[in-house]
Structure formats: structure tokens, C-alpha cells
Antibody, heavy 121, light 108 residues
């Protein structure tokens, strides 16, 4: 079945960087963009950006420009999201999600299980 | 940026009752670009509805979506115990993609 499996929880100190992985299975990895969304504790969902695994092209939300880097390794069907200069405000669960375009409709499905990133001194 | 406002913030209902959730956009979006998700504690969001009114695979027919332009609605016709959760709408009409703040459906 179509599945996204993310790496495990991370604890980082302020100022450090974190890299989260998202391994895809059950579909052609290069045929679908991968998006990243985060959710702070008790809060809603915040979109961070996307990567096109086929070309490596990316688009980041303005809020994260200069601090986020999304990459992919097609040989192992894995997307990565790296966030630098972490602060306590970055403590959140980070999700990857596959975007499906069935013109004209668009949706996210599936989502990864989430990766908790805790930033604490 | 398109702001999605969901109301109410919390809906307290009993099993068997009907739930009506609202999602209002700050500007008009194509109904093709509106999706709804369900999220339970400790879990990732799950797709319920895409294109404003199409149920995702495996979603029971007690879930239905409607609306157009700036006003969209998710209806759960008869709440089952497993339906108590948080529901989010999302728009794909323009970047940045945005989500509503969520509606929590809780047991009364």
C-alpha cells in the first residue's frame, strides 16, 4: 500500500539543525511532489513547502525561507526536510505528505506518521 | 494569503447527532481546491473529502462535503464514537497552502 514512513523523534538544542526523513513506498516516488507540514503542541497545521523529487525543485513558505532545505534521494525513495537555527518555537510534530493531483482536484494523501522535534536547552 | 476560518471552534454533541462544520475562506477558491481532514490525538491527519464534496476511499457515507466560493461545509450525518476528533479544512487555490484552525468535535 501507499505509505510514507518518517524518522524518529529528535531532541535538539537551540541554534542547532534537524533533518527529518520521509521514506515512500507503494508508488512511483518521482511522480508526486512531497510536502511538509508542521504542528506545534496543541496547535493547528502549518504548511512549510514542497519538493519535486523528479527535478529536485522546491518551493518554501516565506516564513521558513533561508532556514529550511528540502531534498530527496530517488535511489531510496526518500525525502528530507532540514530546518536550521532552531528555537523553542520550532518544537512541533513535522509531517510529510504526498500531494495528489487528479485534475482539477488536489489533496494530500497519505501523510507520514509524524516526527516530534523538541528544541530545548 | 488565503485565510480559512473554521467554526465553531468546538462542537459538543452526542453519538447519533448530526454535526455541521463550517470553513470560510477570505477569498473565493475553486471547490476543486478544498479538502477536509480528520485528526485524532497522536495521529496524522487523514483525508476525508477532496474537491469539496468527494469522499476519499474508505470514508463512510455519513461524511459529506458541500459548498463553493468562500463557504464550505462538512457534515457528519450521525456521529459514531470514532468520529470524535478534530477536523481541518485546507485550500490548494494559491500559495501558501493554508489550513483552517480546526473544529474539535467532542462528546457531550
Amino acid at each position: 500500500q501507499v505509505q510514507l514512513v518518517q524518522s524518529g523523534a529528535e531532541v535538539k538544542k537551540p541554534g542547532a539543525s534537524v533533518k527529518v526523513s520521509c521514506k515512500a513506498s507503494g508508488y512511483a516516488f518521482t511522480a508526486y511532489f512531497v510536502h511538509w507540514v508542521r504542528q506545534a503542541p496543541g496547535q493547528g497545521l502549518e504548511w512549510m513547502g514542497w519538493i519535486n523529487p523528479n527535478s529536485g525543485g522546491t518551493n518554501y513558505a516565506q516564513k521558513f525561507q533561508g532556514r529550511v532545505t528540502m531534498t530527496s534521494d530517488t535511489s531510496i525513495s526518500t525525502a528530507y526536510m532540514e530546518l536550521s537555527r532552531l528555537t523553542s518555537d520550532d518544537t512541533a510534530v513535522y509531517y510529510c505528505a504526498r500531494i495528489v493531483l487528479f485534475s482539477p482536484a488536489v489533496w494530500f494523501d497519505p501523510w507520514g506518521q509524524g516526527t516530534l522535534v523538541t528544541v530545548s536547552s | 494569503e488565503i485565510v480559512l476560518t473554521q467554526s465553531p471552534g468546538t462542537l459538543s454533541l452526542s453519538p447519533g447527532e448530526r454535526a455541521t462544520l463550517s470553513c470560510r475562506a477570505s477569498q473565493s477558491i475553486s471547490s476543486s481546491h478544498l479538502a477536509w481532514y480528520q485528526q485524532k490525538p497522536g495521529q496524522a491527519p487523514r483525508l476525508l473529502i477532496y474537491g469539496a464534496s468527494s469522499r476519499a476511499t474508505g470514508i463512510p457515507d455519513r461524511f459529506s462535503g458541500s459548498g463553493s466560493g468562500t463557504d464550505f461545509t462538512l457534515t457528519i450525518s450521525r456521529l459514531e464514537p470514532e468520529d470524535f476528533a478534530v477536523y481541518y479544512c485546507q485550500q490548494f487555490g494559491s500559495s501558501p497552502l493554508t489550513f483552517g484552525g480546526g473544529t474539535k468535535v467532542e462528546i457531550k
